[in-house]
């Protein structure tokens, strides 16, 4: 079987399917909730005034509309290596507040996106990079004290479940789809990239070892539960003002498995299994 995609490839591949990626994932139930959930878990206070917000990895900008809606008052930033996926991004109306910067997550520096911002989403993103370390140790720089980061992303479960769902999916519903509309190349990169990355618990671990306080590792509803999480974790420093988060979050777990409640206290504990091998 090929290598996973990987920087100029993947990128290509993007670029190749932008113009039916929004049509695609519109087929998946909850996609665009889901991203606003996530959004919403940032918790920034007045509907992000004053607030700085970068959305790393935003794609055809799905993530930057669910980040504009749960904080009408924010600075957006929107990242994306992608140039036809930053196209379709910008052929849609935003607030003058929302901007976008074509540039790798790798290379945030070099493209003059400066923080301090005061929240990160970073959605579908980390699977993707070849050195995700990397980016998690820019992404906590470029946070001011106490800022949060948000990473919704496919990482399973770890149980033998959530596996047989997520292969079920996509040789049902997602690689003959890929196939029909000639991205095959790129759905089948979503497909082994989920199952070779990082279980829950373990990507919840990396995010401490990359300097992430109070990480928490929160559930999505749907067909997609113990498929899809939401990670959180902040940077140490003065407390982010937070407002009312839904209550999903009080279901979460620590990256270790011990139950947290909405905010939590401590670092989050590090470990848990790797999810690995080829399907």
Not at 107 to 128: I, K
Not at 151 to 159: D, N, P, S, T
Request: hydrophobic content about 40%.
């Amino acid at each position: 079987m090929p290598p996973l995609l990987r920087d100029a490839a993947l990128t290509a591949a993007f670029d190749h399917g932008a113009g039916r990626y929004d049509r695609l994932v519109a087929l998946n139930p909850g996609y665009h909730a889901q991203l606003r959930r996530s959004a919403r878990r940032l918790g920034l206070a007045d509907g992000g005034a004053g607030r700085r917000v970068l959305d790393l990895g935003c794609g055809t900008g799905a993530s930057t509309a669910a980040l504009a809606a749960a904080f009408p008052a924010a600075e957006i930033v929107g990242v994306d290596a992608s140039a036809g996926m930053l196209d379709r991004a910008r052929a849609k109306r935003w607030p003058s507040r929302v901007r976008f910067v074509h540039a790798p997550a790798e290379e945030l520096r070099r493209a003059e996106v400066h923080g301090p911002f005061d929240a990160v989403l970073a959605a579908y993103l980390f699977r993707n990079l070849t050195d995700p370390d990397a980016v998690l140790r820019t992404v906590h720089r470029l946070l001011a004290p106490g800022g949060r980061l948000a990473v919704h992303e496919y990482a399973l479960g770890g149980r033998r479940v959530d596996r047989l769902v997520w292969a079920a999916v996509c040789r049902g519903v997602v690689l003959p789809l890929g196939t029909a509309t000639g991205d095959r190349d790129l759905y089948r990169h979503l497909w082994r990239s989920v199952v070779e990355f990082d279980s829950a618990p373990a990507f919840g671990a990396r995010l401490g070892r990359a300097g992430f306080e109070r990480v928490r590792v929160l559930p999505l509803p749907g067909w997609q539960t113990g498929i899809t999480h939401t990670f959180l974790g902040r940077r140490a420093g003065a407390e982010t003002d937070r407002a009312s988060t839904d209550g999903a979050e009080t279901h979460g777990t620590e990256a270790g498995g011990a139950r947290t409640g909405p905010v939590g206290t401590g670092r989050a504990r590090t470990g848990g299994p790797q999810a690995g091998g080829a399907s």
